[in-house]
Structure formats: structure tokens, C-alpha cells
């Protein structure tokens, strides 16, 4: 037997992202008329009602989130998706501070021992990710030192990052 790791609960999701309320029920009552194993017809519904580019483009696929994803999910939706049990079922809509997220249980990998081999890549991108952000982080560091950038937090949420479709 090889080394073993212990892996936090993690889930493979398929989301939907929109700007209004009114809109997220509409997707979800589509979402829900799909069979509950037809994750290409959720899919292309993702991808074609989809309002934020990077979901539009990924056909919905947030990948394997566990809890550390609220970097890069909203924390509401990272806790709907991980209290989520039956695999092919939509979450309903959950609003948040970036849009109205549908969310579908793709998988569901409860937490455990499992072998180095089988996580591997996983804690590669992890590393690297961490990595990644420290860099970014110093890079941002240097430039608002060196050129006296001001951050008004208070006005960032007003800022649209979605890509042009």
C-alpha cells in the first residue's frame, strides 16, 4: 500500500449564472424539466443562458470545489453546492453579490484516506495556485508602493469583469 492523504469532501459542479432574479427561476425551471442524468442538456442550457462569460464559455463546469473554492466562488454558493447529496439535482436559486447562481450535483466525493497517486494532481495545482497568488500578490504590492495606487474597495463592486460576448 502506498502513502495515503486526507482528502477533504469535494464536489464536481454545473452552474448557471445570471443577473436577476426573475431570469435565474426561468433557467431553473428549464433546468429542471432536463432528466436528472442529462448533464450535456444542463450543459448547453448553461452555456446558452449563461450571463457570465466564463461559465458561458466552461458550459457551466465549475470542476471539483471543497471548502477552500470561496476564492473563487461566493461563499453562499460553495455551501449550497457541499450540502448538495443527490447526484443530477439543482440546487435552486441562490443569490449572491456576482448573480443568481443554479447550481447540479455532476459528482460527490466524500472525504477520506486516499493515495498519494490519486490526489496528485490535485495538490500540484494546489501548490501551484498558492504559488500563483503570492506572486500576484507581491507583483500588486510593488506597483501600488512604487506608483502610489489607491484602492476603493467601496467602488469595486460596482466594476462589470464578464467577459464581452
Given at each position: 500500500m502506498?502513502?495515503l492523504?486526507?482528502?477533504?469532501?469535494?464536489v464536481?459542479?454545473?452552474?448557471i449564472?445570471?443577473?436577476?432574479?426573475?431570469?435565474?427561476?426561468?433557467?431553473?425551471?428549464?433546468?429542471?424539466?432536463?432528466?436528472?442524468?442529462?448533464?450535456e442538456?444542463?450543459?448547453?442550457?448553461a452555456?446558452?443562458?449563461?450571463?457570465d462569460?466564463?461559465?458561458?464559455?466552461?458550459?457551466?463546469?465549475?470542476?471539483?470545489?471543497?471548502?477552500?473554492?470561496?476564492?473563487?466562488?461566493?461563499?453562499?454558493?460553495?455551501?449550497a453546492?457541499?450540502?448538495m447529496?443527490?447526484?443530477g439535482?439543482?440546487?435552486?436559486?441562490?443569490?449572491?453579490d456576482?448573480?443568481?447562481?443554479?447550481?447540479?450535483?455532476?459528482?460527490?466525493e466524500?472525504?477520506?484516506?486516499?493515495e498519494v497517486?490519486?490526489?496528485?494532481?490535485?495538490i500540484?495545482?494546489?501548490i501551484?495556485?498558492?504559488?500563483?497568488a503570492?506572486?500576484?500578490?507581491a507583483?500588486?504590492?510593488?506597483v501600488?508602493?512604487k506608483?502610489?495606487?489607491?484602492?476603493?474597495?467601496?467602488?469595486?463592486?460596482?466594476?462589470?469583469?464578464?467577459?464581452?460576448?
Amino acid at each position: 500500500m502506498g502513502s495515503l492523504v486526507a482528502s477533504a469532501e469535494r464536489v464536481r459542479i454545473f452552474g448557471i449564472v445570471v443577473k436577476d432574479k426573475e431570469t435565474a427561476q426561468k433557467v431553473l425551471s428549464a433546468a429542471r424539466e432536463l432528466d436528472a442524468r442529462d448533464d450535456e442538456g444542463f450543459r448547453a442550457l448553461a452555456a446558452r443562458m449563461s450571463e457570465d462569460g466564463v461559465t458561458k464559455a466552461r458550459r457551466g463546469d465549475f470542476g471539483f470545489i471543497d471548502r477552500s473554492a470561496t476564492r473563487n466562488l461566493p461563499a453562499a454558493v460553495v455551501d449550497a453546492a457541499l450540502k448538495m447529496t443527490e447526484v443530477g439535482a439543482e440546487s435552486g436559486v441562490i443569490g449572491t453579490d456576482r448573480g443568481f447562481y443554479i447550481l447540479r450535483l455532476a459528482e460527490h466525493e466524500a472525504s477520506g484516506l486516499r493515495e498519494v497517486g490519486e490526489v496528485r494532481d490535485q495538490i500540484v495545482s494546489r501548490i501551484a495556485s498558492e504559488a500563483r497568488a503570492k506572486k500576484v500578490e507581491a507583483w500588486s504590492d510593488g506597483v501600488q508602493r512604487k506608483h502610489s495606487v489607491r484602492i476603493f474597495d467601496e467602488r469595486l463592486k460596482d466594476v462589470d469583469v464578464t467577459a464581452a460576448n
